[in-house]
Nanobody, 121 residues
Framework: VQLQASGGGLVQPGGSLKLSCTAH????????VGWFRQVPGKERERVSC????????YPADFAKGRFTVSRDDAKNTVDLQMSSLKPEDTAVYYC???????????????WGHGTQVTVSS
């Protein structure tokens, strides 16, 4: 049972990037999926979350209008499409599952290794 975040890389300010969260060994559609990010020395923060049904998303204020989370149950993935990227979006991005899109990080599980996103010119 594993979650894998992928798709990170180096992108210029104003650019776009799509991250994918892929589940191995279980059905991702049975869970709410959260995207998080962390910068060294700072607390991990939630970027967005999508309900298990896919009908509701919960973006952080900094993600509204720029980041979109979506599900592809056929591929057993949840994607995070990021646009208008800023240098302050530089972080390691993680995905994790929960029964609901709660705000308590400790309620999420199967964090995986994360994927590095660097926004720089």
């Amino acid at each position: 049972v594993q979650l894998q975040a992928s798709g990170g890389g180096l992108v210029q300010p104003g650019g776009s990037l799509k991250l994918s969260c892929t589940a191995h060994g279980f059905t991702l559609g049975d869970y709410a999926v959260g995207w998080f990010r962390q910068v060294p020395g700072k607390e991990r923060e939630r970027v967005s979350c999508i309900s298990n049904s896919g009908d509701r998303t919960y973006p952080a204020d900094f993600a509204k209008g720029r980041f979109t989370v979506s599900r592809d149950d056929a591929k057993n993935t949840v994607d995070l499409q990021m646009s208008s990227l800023k240098p302050e979006d530089t972080a390691v991005y993680y995905c994790a599952i929960n029964t609901i899109c709660g705000t308590t990080l400790f309620a999420y599980s199967y964090w995986g290794h994360g994927t590095q996103v660097t926004v720089s010119s």
